[in-house]
């Protein structure tokens, strides 16, 4: 049998965030993450010749290693991180 857990988790508007790094700093688990660290190793050899463009700059969580305490919402400035309900199946 199938169990549903529930929960707030926080996610980021990518059109009010500035990419300020503050929700980056406070956060203790390390899981706000800029995306364009997870995809420059696809078309590294591209960008050293300036072939293909980039536009990968936003933060994205790794939900698991986020424990949803909230300092991120608390952190940003912009309001661009707010928690929303997350279901899981285990």
């Known amino acids: 049998m199938n169990k549903v857990m529930s929960g707030k ?4 508007n990518p059109d009010r965030c ?9 956060c203790h688990a390390q899981a706000i993450i800029n995306e364009r660290s997870l995809s420059c190793s696809r078309c590294i050899k591209y960008c050293i010749a300036m072939e293909v463009p980039c536009n990968t700059d936003n933060y994205v969580f790794d939900y ?22 997350h279901f899981e199946k285990v």
């Open 9 to 12: 988790v926080p996610v980021i």
């Open 64 to 85: 698991k290693k986020c424990d949803s305490c909230g300092l991120c919402v608390l952190e940003c400035d912009q309001n661009a991180i707010s928690m929303t309900d």
């Open 18 to 26: 500035i990419k300020c790094s503050k929700c980056v700093s406070i």
